[in-house]
């Protein structure tokens, strides 16, 4: 029962990473009906940048944190600026493309940058347990829950209950009529670009301590995240983190309790079936 | 500018429109047949890679270029094709056997996907493709007694009428060349006879393309299958082309780049199939050279322009280290593929229309001509 | 019995009932013209009875066959064609593979044939092309024949939809709405071509219109509906003239 609980804990909690990156999908694909695949690429290169502020610079984590935050908030609009905004409008596989490109090219240069080893981030939570009895709970994966909590939280008030957020669910309906009514359509895009990059880095300062940060975690935790996005219904807020959260059990009871070899099984593959 | 007088309808049916084509593509292929005794063995290792790639270019076109759907799933495809030479070859079945048994199983598997597939549009297919994709990458390595899983599978020498076939003698890559030509022969059959015709107008509208009788279900079937087993006989060749073949070697990275292969061609006409895969397999040597020679005429040009010797060195040193760094290849890729979507949708063989277009029209060239019109998104979600 | 008939047919979204016990017939060779306010059920019933639409209920027959089950792509083949509202050509082909697709429900060739281009194939492809070539001339779009569709203006688009639509030798072609978006000329050549169709084709046409002009001039009989309810059914004076059909369009 024990261990029951443990593993729940700990799939929860990387169930809130492929959460958070099925997150940033689901933002991007609400806003613009595009669908990131350097979603994941973006959460690497947010980790990186944590790693340079933190574990480079020796900032202080939380100065770090939303250091990193920031830098990739801003990244994400260049990106969004230079890379998708000429081709908004065509058609959605010519920008799944030039996604997958930006992916590629963030990999490698990422690579060239921080190298091919795997890196490590310091945090508050790395060393302390929760003990409850006999329950012991790592801080880490903790603070992953809580984070994603709050990030949803957020993230739901500010899709419904504000004027951008109504602004953003207009613009993704009918882009020309939007524009039309004055909602500056361009704006939008780019801020929902910032906000999926910032959340992306989150999921990568917050998965630090449990995965290391390596130039391939984007494409790997990517594919991952992916099903739990579609699992949600791809445009659901809470369902893409409800989807993680699942997967993320999954996995880590499969790893637990299935034989060596049903472990690395692909969710995308159960998940296909589902999104017709 | 050469005027075309069209006097019998036979004009519009022929494969080549006027005699300039027939030279320019018989030269072509005259110069493609002495090129074993021209070219260096690397470079033919490289043109035979050329073929297979233009192979799966021109199903790939097929699929995504002509009917409008697309896949990031080609890779399991020529998995299926290579993985089932391979076994058949184990119990000595010929050449000509296990070739058509290649395809016509990745056919079916392909007309498989295909109808699940009719439900799905968009990145959904595209989802459901790569999903594909993966599922058979891990069959591959969990179906050993047939597979050898992980440890690949070894693959003899292509045996053809009792004579062997090594990978790199002319014979093999006059076979790959000939594959190709027969694909894009077909190809183009298809293309003028009412089945192309269903494709293109399943790509253009549904809706359309239903009432006018169309079976669009069983077209879009017809067209995976199709696109599927060429690009099976395409993993026929790539087996024997590489003697080994291991999962590994066929993951959604080779998918993406045989999408690419087509979106830096051109995905309206067949010459983009094989210019893309051109351009893919070139890269190779091409960033080989960029290590070897490049640092060097740098360094010599910055020398001519009056840079010191220290200078020079340095410079030759820093461009050694950018060319030898590791992920340099899909940077590129990145940067190509992003560079084509943005500026170049129409791909390499839109450029050289365009260029052509211009020196015909001279100096009358619109840029507009080739504008992209926009269409403004409106939600998928609520049809 | 009718040439084509639909019973009693009726769509229905959830409460609201876009098509609602709707019965009419259209006799051979004649020319009727569904006409009503926005939103009566005219699209609707184009759409059901070529099968985007399942109906709710009713039953359509055309030439005493029942066809309320057929496949979308089947309905075609029966002989009966259509145009668009919003106009759906493929625009990234030249007009005349637009053309040579209406003649699909023809082409009897085999996938294996068409790969290797036998004779018979060429044959059929010249066959075809003959046709194409008929109804070409008959609606002039000589000019256009190798214009890739998404360069052409929208008047050109209207014809083209026209012609693909007579391409497949149709028993009975629905028009929705052949003159919306045409300028004044451009709806005389369109009527002069609707009653052609009917005089030297012997084409049968059902068509739903706005523009009562082009109704009065083309049409020997007229329905009118309001809220998926027929309102009146007889020639365009009588409608025209009919009270309800008064109140509707004026709201009184």
């Known amino acids: 029962m024990l261990d029951f609980v443990q593993q729940l804990v700990s799939g929860v909690a990387l169930g809130c990473v492929y959460g958070l990156i099925a997150l940033g999908f689901v933002l991007v694909y609400k806003a613009t009906e595009v669908v990131n695949f350097a979603q994941g690429d973006l959460m690497m290169l947010g980790g990186f940048f944590a790693f340079t502020f933190i574990g480079m610079m020796g900032l202080n984590y939380w100065l770090g944190f939303a250091g990193a935050v920031a830098a990739m908030a801003l990244f994400g609009m260049v990106a969004e600026r230079v890379v998708v905004r000429p081709i908004l409008g065509y058609p959605q596989f010519s920008i799944i493309m030039v996604t997958i490109g930006l992916g590629y090219f963030l990999r490698s240069v990422a690579g060239m940058i921080w190298g091919t080893d795997d890196l490590k981030i310091d945090t508050p939570f790395s060393q302390g347990v929760l003990r409850m009895g006999s329950l012991v709970l790592a801080y880490d994966k903790l603070s992953v829950i809580a984070a994603t909590m709050i990030l949803c939280t957020l993230l739901w008030l500010f899709f419904n209950k504000t004027m951008l957020g109504t602004a953003m669910r207009a ?35 917050l998965l630090a301590p449990i995965t290391f940060i390596h130039s391939n975690v984007g494409l790997v935790l990517g594919l991952k995240a992916f099903p739990a996005a579609v699992l949600g219904g791809f445009g659901s807020i809470p369902g893409a983190v409800v989807g993680g959260v699942l997967i993320g059990v999954i996995e880590s009871m499969a790893g637990f309790y299935l034989p060596e070899g049903g472990r690395t099984s692909r969710p995308t593959s159960c998940c296909s079936p589902c999104c017709s | 500018m050469r005027f075309m007088f069209k006097t019998d309808y036979e004009d519009d049916i022929k494969l080549f429109p006027h005699s300039g084509y027939i030279v320019t593509y018989g030269v072509l292929l005259a ?24 192979i799966v270019g021109v199903a ?50 392909g007309a498989m996907v295909g109808f699940p597939a009719l439900r799905l549009t968009g990145i959904y297919l595209v989802i459901a493709t790569i999903s594909f994709a993966l599922i058979v990458e891990e069959i591959l390595a969990r179906w050993e007694s047939v597979t050898h899983g992980n440890e690949g599978m070894r693959v003899k020498a292509l045996s053809l009428l009792g004579v062997t076939v090594p990978r790199d003698s002319p014979t093999f890559y006059y076979l790959c060349l000939a594959v190709l030509v027969l694909t894009i022969v077909g190809t183009l059959n298809l293309l003028r006879s009412p089945t192309g015709r269903a494709f293109v107008a399943i790509r253009d509208s549904e809706t359309a393309a239903r009432s006018m009788g169309v079976n669009v279900a069983l077209y879009k079937v017809k067209s995976f299958a199709i696109s599927a087993a060429i690009t099976g006989f395409a993993g026929v060749l790539f087996a024997h082309k590489l003697s080994f073949i291991s999962p590994e070697m066929f993951t959604l990275q080779l998918s993406i780049e045989f999408i690419i292969v087509i979106l830096i061609g051109g995905t309206f006409s067949l010459h983009g199939a094989v210019l893309g895969a051109i351009f893919i397999v070139m890269i190779d040597p091409f960033l080989t050279y960029l290590k070897d020679d490049m640092p060097g005429i740098i360094a010599g040009i910055a020398a001519a322009f009056g840079a010191g010797t220290t200078t020079a060195g340095n410079i030759q040193a820093n461009v050694a280290a950018f060319a030898s760094l590791n992920g340099l290849k899909g940077a590129i890729y990145g940067i190509i593929i992003v560079l084509f979507v943005l500026f170049e949708p129409l791909g390499l063989y839109g450029r050289w229309l365009k260029i052509k277009l211009f020196f015909q029209l001279f100096p009358l060239y619109k840029r507009a001509t080739f504008k992209r019109q926009k269409i403004y998104v409106k939600s998928e979600r609520n049809r | 019995m009718s040439y084509f008939r639909a019973e009693n047919l009726s769509l229905h979204f959830g409460g609201l009932k876009a098509v609602d016990a709707v019965s009419f017939a259209v006799e051979k060779g004649e020319i009727l013209s569904i006409i009503g306010p926005n939103g009566a059920g005219k699209s609707s019933i184009f759409n059901l009875i070529s099968r985007i639409y399942r109906p709710t209920s009713g039953r359509i027959f055309f030439e005493d066959q029942d066809i309320t089950e057929e496949a979308p792509y089947d309905i075609a083949k029966l002989g009966i064609a259509r145009t668009f509202q919003n106009i759906e050509l493929f625009e990234n082909a030249t007009v005349l593979s637009n053309l040579l697709v209406g003649r699909h429900r023809h082409s009897t060739t085999q996938l294996w044939q068409e790969l290797l281009f036998l004779p018979s194939v060429r044959a059929n492809e010249k066959v075809h092309r003959r046709r194409v070539e008929q109804v070409i001339e008959f609606l002039d779009l000589e000019p256009y024949r190798d214009k890739l569709i998404s360069g052409l203006p ?19 072609i629905l028009l929705d709405e052949p003159s919306s978006g045409l300028n004044v000329e451009e709806t005389d050549d369109m009527s002069f071509w609707i009653r052609d169709l009917k005089n030297e084709l012997g084409v049968t046409v059902l068509m739903v219109e706005h523009d009562m002009s082009l109704v009065n001039r083309v049409s020997d009989r007229v329905i009118a509906l309001n809220y998926g309810r027929v309102l009146a059914m007889g020639s365009p004076a009588e409608v025209q003239q009919h009270p309800d059909v008064v109140a509707a369009y004026l709201g009184a």
Not at chain 2, 41 to 53: A, D, K, N, P, R
Not at chain 2, 77 to 103: R, W
């Open chain 1, 171 to 205: 613009s993704s309906e009918n882009m020309l009529a939007a524009y039309y009514m004055g909602i500056p359509v361009k704006r939008v895009v780019s801020v929902v670009w910032a906000i999926s990059a910032a959340v992306a880095t989150c999921a990568g300062v």
């Open chain 2, 31 to 54: 110069l493609l047949l002495i090129a074993p005794h021209v070219l260096s063995s690397y470079l033919m290792s490289q043109l035979v890679f050329v073929c297979i790639y233009a």
């Open chain 2, 60 to 109: 790939l076109l097929i699929l995504t270029g002509f009917t409008g759907q697309a896949s990031l799933g080609h890779a399991a495809f020529l998995a299926i094709g290579a993985y089932t030479a391979a076994y058949l070859q184990k119990y000595n079945v010929p050449f000509p056997v296990y070739f058509l048994a290649a395809g016509l199983l990745t056919g079916i598997i």
């Open chain 3, 154 to 172: 929208y008047g050109v688009r209207k014809v083209i939809e026209l012609a693909r639509a007579l391409c497949s030798e149709p028993k009975l």
